[in-house]
Every structure is written in C-alpha cells, then in structure tokens.
C-alpha cells in the first residue's frame, strides 16, 4: 500500500514536471506537478484504452502519465483562452 502510494507520487511528480517542461517551458512546483501528474496518469490510462494500448511497468506508467498530463494541459491551455 505505502509502496504503491510512493510509486503514484513519483510518478506523478515525474510526469507533471516533464509535461510542465514540454508544454510551457516550466513545472508547477511539487505539488502542483504531483497533481497533474496524477490526474494526467488517470487521463492517459483512459485514452490509452480507448486506442487499445496497454503499457506496464514503470516507464509504461510514466509514459501514460505523460501523455496524459500533455493532453491535461493542452486542454487547460484551450479552455483558458476560450
């Protein structure tokens, strides 16, 4: 369980800082990278089904939580202007 927690925080943190990176040029703090790394691996894991694609592991999760955190912020990005 505390494993499991540890892995989806550094994951998160992971994922949120690098999205953060690719898509503005900088992360949202610990936190903030924690949260959108979380709900960015939420968000990946569910188009990566819809496309039938499954990654396992470590780097398949950081790698869900990636893609899902750059279309988290893309999706941000577009709202916020609209």
Do not use: P, Y
């Amino acid at each position: 369980m505390v494993g499991s927690l540890l892995a989806w925080l550094i994951i998160g943190g992971l994922a949120g800082w690098i999205a953060g990176n690719i898509m503005r040029g900088g992360g949202f703090g610990i936190i903030g990278n924690i949260g959108v790394g979380i709900v960015g691996a939420v968000l990946g894991g569910f188009l990566f089904s819809l496309l039938g694609l499954s990654a396992g592991g470590f780097i398949g999760s950081l790698v869900t939580a990636i893609v899902g955190a750059v279309v988290l912020l893309w999706i941000i990005s577009k709202v916020g202007r609209g």
